[in-house]
């Protein structure tokens, strides 16, 4: 009792003004979605049905579709298209044979020009592998690490090292780059860093 002299001292109405109003509310809703529902079924629109034929005669690589409306056509007017249905069909999948034959040629064509492209990056990668190879080879003689003459056989000996793990070549970058420093440092000029 107390809570509702609160509400009241708030300005709310009372729960016995409020219910008709409510009740009024949601019959007034429901007439109106009643209403919507009504005119939706009315104004409804009858799909219009639609003929495509296929026009062959033309060259090969185009392809022209012609359509016509049937929404006035009988069923006794149709009747003279239904031999033409295989003559259509002979049609249709002829065109469709070609666009199958054009698609696998494209295909063909996308996994050859892939191929080219992935061995192109391997020679590229093979490439900077052997410059690297050579830097690290080049600046293991100059520390005196090994002799000159051993020089090719570290470089193969790099361009070959791979994880042992993984199996995948080791990043030979860094210490590439170790021994590039080294050489600008030291003011080295030899021929097998020009390499």
Do not use: C, W
Request: proline content about 3%.
């Amino acid at each position: 009792m107390n809570t509702v002299s609160m509400l009241r001292q708030m300005g709310y109405p009372s729960l016995h003004q409020i219910m008709p109003i409510f009740q009024y509310s949601l019959v007034g809703l429901a007439v109106a979605g009643l209403g919507m529902m009504a005119f939706g079924m009315v104004a409804k629109k009858t799909p219009k049905f639609r003929s495509v034929k296929v026009v062959t005669n033309e060259p090969f690589g185009e392809l022209r579709i012609e359509s016509q409306s049937l929404g006035s056509k009988t069923k006794k007017e149709l009747q003279p298209n239904v031999g033409n249905e295989k003559e259509t069909t002979g049609a249709v999948t002829d065109v469709l044979s070609k666009l199958e034959t054009e698609l696998k040629q494209m295909k063909m064509g996308y996994e050859d020009h892939r191929q080219q492209i992935e061995s192109e990056r391997m020679e590229l990668e093979q490439k900077e592998r052997e410059r690297l190879a050579k830097i690290i080879s080049a600046g293991e003689v100059l520390t005196q690490e090994i002799a000159r003459d051993r020089f090719n056989d570290r470089v193969k000996y790099y361009v070959e090292l791979k994880n042992e793990v993984t199996g995948k070549p080791v990043d030979l970058s860094l210490l590439a780059a170790k021994f590039n420093k080294m050489r600008k440092t030291m003011g080295s000029n030899d021929e097998l860093f020009s390499v």
